[in-house]
């Protein structure tokens, strides 16, 4: 008995998603790299923003009581919820993230659309654009007040819990592991949202604000948050740059892990129609056609995954000049 096609490989549409995504963003990064380093800073600046607002709920909730119980754990809970909105921020305003570029490039480098050269590249201009952007950010806190009094005081507990996994074997093991994790969630976010079956705005928000919930409620690690962060609070009260340096690299790397192979990787294998020594042109896939009747009517044009940041009904690629 035959088995449709679409039934092995269900995520075919998804990974052609990408495969377009992958090929605007190498374009982007090399052609008008200076337009790719500002979408990709105001995903920088977003983050710091919420992660900040993060921290001022926290702060406000640790110093409420209630019949002498403090409501530090429903702050975290709060804030949480509300930094879960930055990816819906990103999403909208067709920013670019590094972590959700790490699943792109990773299933363009299966599929030989791209060299590990432009993959790199792509991916070194948006961390240095989300970077950017959080400079920006932590330029303008510190002529303000916003990070001072009990939110400066929850920041630096927040930098010195980060800083003292390098303390030990078992604390940079630790961190390490939430880095895995914290790409791996987010990016299932974004394949639900991208694979064709989610097809309403309200469905698509919570699915992002849930994954960015769990992260910061678990204390995953983010790379790009953490660059952000340790920036913010390096400006306004000074930090060890060298282990700021070195959360920041085994985040990286975890990130990759989790966003990269974990889900990129293991998404185009599981969903390559032939083996991937046949994916040797650069226009082919290597998933075979998909029918016009496997993609649902509403589903994301293949031009609009650009990392957290197209809305599903974004305009053809040959319309916009940043694609």
């Known amino acids: 008995m035959e088995i449709d096609d679409d039934r092995l490989y269900p995520g075919r549409v998804f990974i052609e998603n990408t495969l377009e995504a992958a090929d605007t963003k190498v374009h982007m990064s090399s ?58 921020f990103i999403f909208f305003t067709r920013s670019e993230l590094l972590t959700s570029n790490m699943m792109v490039v990773s299933i363009a480098h299966y599929h030989r659309r791209t060299t590990t050269r432009r993959a790199l590249r792509v991916l070194a201009t948006c961390f240095l654009g989300n970077a950017l952007g959080g400079l920006v950010l932590a330029l303008l806190l510190k002529c303000s007040t916003l990070v001072s009094g009990a939110v400066a005081t929850q920041m630096a507990h927040a930098v010195e819990v980060k800083l003292g996994y390098l303390d030990t074997a078992a604390g940079v093991g630790d961190l390490f592991v939430r880095a895995i994790l914290c790409n791996l969630v987010i990016n299932v976010a974004m394949l639900l949202v991208y694979n064709g079956f989610v097809k309403d705005s309200i469905t698509m928000t919570l699915t992002m604000v849930a994954a960015v919930f769990v992260f910061a409620f678990l204390g995953l690690e983010h790379s790009v948050a953490n660059t952000v962060f340790f920036l913010i609070v390096g400006l306004s009260q000074g930090i060890d740059v060298a282990r700021a340096a070195g959360n920041v690299a085994i985040a990286l790397v975890g990130n990759f892990i989790g966003g990269g192979i974990l889900i990129g990787y293991y998404y185009a294998y599981v969903n390559n129609q032939r083996p991937r020594s046949a994916s040797v042109d650069p226009g082919s896939t290597g998933i075979g056609p998909v029918p016009a009747e496997s993609v649902p009517a509403q589903s994301i044009p293949a031009q609009s995954i650009l990392a957290e940041s197209v809305p599903a009904q974004s305009v053809p690629v040959e319309e916009v000049t940043r694609t």
């Open 31 to 88: 052609r008008i790299t200076v337009r790719y380093l500002q979408r990709a800073a105001m995903a920088g600046f977003l983050i710091g923003l919420f992660y900040v607002a993060y921290h001022a709920t926290a702060a406000t909730f640790a110093a409420v009581q209630v019949g002498g119980v403090s409501l530090v754990g429903f702050g975290k809970m709060l804030g949480s919820f509300i930094f879960g909105w930055a990816l819906v």
